[in-house]
């Protein structure tokens, strides 16, 4: 059974009765989830408090509490067609960079260390980097979604390398980590799509040196 969540304003009187100080809350449109048990660790209160005005946030809780439907869908991505050499390399780099981990999985267990399927693409991947500041873990909860992250990166900036590009990889980067937290426990979710819309922050901001 889950726990019973007071509102905001009936905990502040409650414990206003009992001679207690009311907890500090975040300002912004994210203020009601601020005293959700599931959010009082330390990662996920300070998110609350960075990105307490920012809609992004507001739509990712609303999304792991069942508030509004998930949106789980990965980018449209091109079609190799054989009749050209470049423009299948790069349809495939898209479709590899900008798809699901399960495919991203398939690829890289086939072709990784070898020249195929296209002669040049890099297949380096170095983990997950946090977000500054926030000391948030989730790097290895997140790790196979910054695999098919650093794909994008390292390719795309090669072969065409746009702020189009390196802005659908980051998306489809934080729809692959909403898709680790959707498997969670329900307890568990809300704080992992918090660090997920963390994540991809930090890559909107601080990624494009790396693309």
Request: net charge neutral; glycine share 10%.
């Amino acid at each position: 059974m889950r726990p019973l969540l007071l509102p905001a304003a009936l905990l502040s009187l409650t414990l206003m009765a009992c001679g207690q100080t009311t907890p500090q809350t975040v300002s912004g449109a994210t203020d009601a989830y601020a005293q959700r048990p599931e959010l009082q660790d330390a990662g996920s209160q300070a998110i609350l408090e960075k990105y307490g005005n920012d809609p992004g946030l507001l739509e990712a809780l609303q999304e792991a509490y069942g508030e509004r439907v998930a949106d789980l869908s990965l980018p449209s991505v091109p079609a190799i067609t054989g009749l050209d050499l470049a423009s299948d390399r790069l349809a495939y780099v898209k479709r590899t960079g900008w798809g699901s981990v399960g495919n991203y999985n398939n690829q890289y267990a086939a072709y990784a260390g070898t020249t195929r399927p296209y002669a040049g693409l890099s297949w380096g991947r170095d983990g997950c980097s946090a977000p500054d500041g926030l000391g948030l873990g989730y790097r290895e909860d997140f790790r196979p979604a910054c695999n098919v992250h650093d794909f994008g990166y390292r390719n795309l900036k090669v072969y065409q390398r746009t702020d189009s590009n390196r802005k659908t990889t980051d998306e489809a980067f934080h729809t692959n980590m909403k898709a680790i937290c959707a498997a969670k426990s329900w307890y568990k979710r809300p704080a992992c799509y918090s660090a997920a819309y963390a994540y991809y922050q930090a890559v909107r901001v601080g990624g494009g040196d790396s693309f």
